[in-house]
């Protein structure tokens, strides 16, 4: 069965970095896309980055220029490098995997029907 396991998350001042990983196992067939989401109380789950099977990437408007999301297939890990963190980046970091998805990527991402989920990393980040 697959399974998703994010690592990374912390505690940082404004301003900070922080490098989050997902460890996936016990694929079949590679998924044709991957992403990050974040839920923080009182606010909606927000999906930030996305990678899918050709390399093309798609970012919401709020991490844009900040984040980067990448993939070592070799390790079958998932990673999100956050810079400039702020504030408003605090919330529970989740991974998120897709076995259909259309490539490259656009904003028909926020259609994808994810398959499989981590339990997630909280980052918090300090003002």
């Known amino acids: 069965q697959v399974r998703l396991v994010e690592s990374g998350g912390g505690s940082v001042q404004s301003g900070g970095s922080l490098r989050l990983s997902c460890a996936a196992s016990g694929y079949t067939y590679s998924p044709n896309c991957m992403g990050w989401f974040r839920h923080d109380l009182g606010k909606e789950r927000e999906g930030v980055a996305f990678i899918g099977i050709d390399g093309s990437t798609f970012y919401a408007d709020s991490v844009k220029g900040r984040f980067t999301i990448s993939q070592d297939n070799a390790k079958n890990t998932l990673h999100l490098q956050m810079n400039t963190l702020a504030p408003e980046d605090t919330a529970m970091y989740s991974c998120?995997?897709?076995?259909?998805?259309?490539?490259?990527?656009?904003?028909?991402?926020?259609?994808?029907?994810?398959?499989?989920w981590g339990q997630g990393t909280q980052v918090t980040v300090s003002s």
């Open positions: 998120a995997a897709a076995k259909f998805c259309r490539v490259p990527l656009s904003y028909a991402i926020a259609r994808v029907s994810w398959d499989y």
